[in-house]
């Protein structure tokens, strides 16, 4: 199964794509899924295209109001959480989750 999968937005009456494709994966340390978006569609991040060894560029923040930081780099299908993650897995490198 794929590390990382392709969220299509889509509205369901006009079958219409609203809003440019988003990538997903699962963060073990915060316990959800994150998205990012590529460059070329508006979005910040390069990415390999291997859906099952990702590697993403540059680094990826997330994080609300009221949500911990997540920031880490995504390479070879590993995901290496950086030293100011705001969760348990902050300076860890782990494999990514399948999802």
């Known amino acids: 199964?794929?590390?990382i999968k392709v969220k299509l937005n889509i509205d369901e009456?006009?079958?219409r794509k609203y809003h440019p494709t988003?990538?997903?994966y699962f963060c073990r340390g915060c316990g959800y899924e994150h998205?990012?978006?590529l460059?070329?569609?508006g979005g910040h991040h390069e990415f390999n295209g291997d859906l099952n060894n990702?590697?993403?560029s540059p680094s990826l923040v997330q994080g609300w109001v009221g949500s911990k930081r997540c920031h880490s780099f995504i390479r070879d299908g590993k995901i290496q959480y950086l030293d100011d993650c705001e969760h348990e897995l902050r300076g860890q490198t782990v494999e990514l989750s399948e999802i």
């Open 22 to 24: 988003q990538y997903a």
């Open 39 to 41: 460059k070329s569609t």
């Open 13 to 15: 009456e006009t079958g």
């Open 1 to 3: 199964m794929a590390k």
């Open 54 to 56: 990702p590697t993403v």
């Open 35 to 37: 998205v990012f978006e």
